[in-house]
């Protein structure tokens, strides 16, 4: 499987596992940050290192300092300011929706339920303060508030906010279809300019729009009527059409299924963009952290002329000195590394090839730093078979009284192949040193092998490489001049 | 070198044939007459020694120790058609050292050369003992030892 990734993109299996994972923690802040302004510093902050990226390749010393400079308070500014929303995406959430999940907008929030519910205090003049939270939790806005968890009704919600029940003086909080809080303390808006028919509900509701994505519903005590406020925006409702279609864009159900294909849409478009920046990102650093390996590589020698042999070379091997990114220095399989010397229009005899560049052949994303050696001399010849004598080589000394008249091998010849050129200007095969010191007054035979020098011969026949040699031994008839 | 060489040859006798080959004249390798119809030498006798006294080699050997200072090449041809010239090619191994020329004179004729051994001379050896039109006649190996 390695092999593949390696084989169609230069990158090992690794590189892949780093994409991939570093693609979906990327695309999970997203999923985590959505909707959130964390997200729009983030993505100004990514914009700014790439222009940082653009400064310190055109060499752009001072542009690229502040670049950095601009990113490094950028990263201060989320802490600090955006530290609400932070805490809120890690406190809120459980592991599954942590790592997994996919949150979606309010799905399946009852919202004719709402509706009703909220016309029937209206009409009633009952005052009622609903909170619907969108993606920014809301510990961190507002204060006490009871845990309810009771699945939204009608006769729940009516009941909540009844004169009579302790709690109807706060607010209500739904999120999908449970009614997950009550009783609980908005922040109030320091705002000029709002109505002076707004009371305290009226006022909280702004407060909790200004510092989250929630839609708040408020029904006035005095006036029995409904107003709901999104964004800091007031929206006086007279239509419960109007009504219940701000609710479901709020909870993201318009047109169901479009808003689903929407949905999912955005999603694959941000894993793309996601998966899209962290490969380059990839790129930019494992190209950008050279690693240096050595390799000692066979080499391969390709010849055109098959009446042609390589009778001997001054290496078989060659090392290589290569440079690439970690990842695809530690993925090097050595069967991906060629050296190959052509010996196609090579004449025979000795020759010198250079190791060049153009002779190895490497994987995408790695460059040579080295060769040695960069020459390799080799013999190549058309192989020739000779019949050559054997003579015996003696060594060390013969006894001064006696001499050695004749010595002779069996078999007296052999058939030898080996290069053409060596061969012509060969004559005698030699045995290997035989000595003299221990041969005594008597003739005898002894066994010898054949020394075949050059290495490049070889005999035909390998089983005769061992001769016996017959000498024949007398005593000195005088003393020489 | 070549002419060091040259300088360590030897090369020496026209002898008359009748002192010379007497009846223990020995042929070890002979060729026949050449078959283009040009009367050849025939070689009778060939053989390497560690001297020559009356014009016969003294202990004909395959193996001679450096100690020697000298090594010879003897060869007797019979009979000698008319006035030609051979050669005694000597080699270390399969390096020409030297050649030497001899004049061989009819109707018989011996000849002989010699090399002066150094140090550095041990090792394997041959002397190849050619006509006038190059044809080898003998081949003596032999080897210059301690």
């Not at chain 1, 979606?104 to 939270?133: D, F, M």
Request: charged content about 20%; glycine content about 6%; some cysteine.
């Amino acid at each position: 499987m390695g092999q593949f990734f390696y084989q169609f993109f230069g990158i090992g299996w690794q590189g892949f596992l780093d994409i991939a994972l570093n693609s979906y923690i990327l695309f999970r802040l997203y999923v985590l940050f959505r909707g959130t302004n964390v997200l729009r510093v983030l993505l100004a902050m990514g914009v700014f290192w790439a222009l940082r990226q653009v400064a310190v390749s055109l060499g752009l010393v001072v542009t690229s300092w502040a670049m950095q400079g601009v990113i490094a308070v950028a990263a201060l500014v989320i802490i600090i300011v955006f530290r609400n929303e932070i805490s809120a995406v890690l406190l809120t959430r459980d592991l599954k929706s942590f790592f997994w999940g996919i949150p979606r907008y309010q799905r399946n929030t009852p919202v004719n339920i709402i509706v009703e519910s909220v016309y029937e205090l209206a009409r009633k003049k009952i005052g009622a303060l609903i909170v619907l939270p969108l993606n920014q939790g809301l510990e961190n806005a507002v204060q006490e508030g009871i845990s309810w968890q009771g699945k939204l009704s009608k006769e729940m919600l009516v009941s909540i906010f009844w004169g009579d029940n302790p709690v109807h003086d706060g607010a209500a909080i739904i999120q999908g279809d449970k009614i997950t809080n009550v009783g609980v303390i908005l922040p109030l808006s320091k705002r000029t300019d709002l109505p002076s028919y707004f009371g305290t509900r009226h006022r909280a509701a702004v407060g909790l729009t200004e510092q989250t994505d929630s839609l708040v519903i408020v029904v006035s005590e005095e006036r029995g009527k409904i107003t709901l406020v999104k964004d800091s925006q007031v929206y006086d409702i007279n239509d419960s059409r109007v009504f219940e279609k701000l609710l479901i864009t709020h909870a993201g159900q318009d047109s169901a299924a479009a808003g689903v294909k929407k949905h999912t849409r955005e999603l694959a478009a941000a894993a793309a963009i996601c998966l899209i920046c962290v490969t380059g990102l990839w790129m930019s650093f494992s190209r950008g952290m050279e690693t240096l390996s050595t390799h000692t590589v066979p080499i391969e020698f390709v010849k055109s002329d098959q009446d042609m042999e390589i009778f001997s070379s001054s290496t078989s091997s060659v090392t290589l000195l290569l440079s690439g990114s970690r990842p695809l220095i530690r993925a090097l399989q050595p069967d991906r590394i060629t050296v190959k010397l052509n010996l196609a229009n090579t004449a025979p005899g000795t020759r010198k090839l250079s190791v060049s560049r153009s002779t190895v052949t490497l994987p995408p994303g790695i460059e040579i730093k080295n060769i040695e050696p960069t020459m390799v001399e080799v013999t190549v010849d058309v192989p020739v078979q000779k019949r050559l004598p054997i003579q015996p080589l003696w060594t060390g000394q013969l006894s001064k009284n006696l001499i050695m008249t004749q010595a002779t091998t069996s078999p007296e010849t052999v058939s030898v192949i080996g290069p053409e050129q060596v061969l012509t200007h060969m004559d005698t095969l030699f045995t290997e040193a035989l000595s003299l010191d221990d041969i005594t007054a008597s003739s005898g035979t002894m066994a010898a092998r054949i020394a075949l020098k050059p290495p490049t011969l070889r005999l035909e026949d390998q089983e005769k490489e061992a001769v016996q040699v017959s000498y024949i031994i007398q005593n000195r008839k005088a003393a020489p001049l | 070198m070549k002419l060091f060489s040259f300088m360590r040859i030897c090369l020496l006798l026209f002898l008359p044939a009748a002192v010379f080959f007497g009846p223990h004249a020995r042929a070890q390798d002979v060729l026949p007459q050449g078959q283009s119809g040009l009367k050849q030498p025939v070689l009778v006798e060939a053989a390497m020694c560690e001297a020559i006294e009356r014009f016969k080699p003294v202990n004909q050997a395959v193996v001679f120790s450096i100690s020697l200072g000298r090594v010879f090449c003897f060869t007797g041809f019979d009979p000698v058609p008319e006035e030609t010239t051979i050669y005694h090619r000597w080699y270390k191994q399969d390096r020409l050292i030297s050649s030497a020329r001899l004049v061989l004179n009819p109707p018989k004729w011996s000849s002989f050369s010699t090399m002066q051994l150094r140090e550095a001379d041990k090792g394997p050896w041959r002397v190849e003992i050619v006509d006038s039109r190059n044809n080898l006649m003998k081949t003596l190996r032999f080897s210059i030892v301690d």
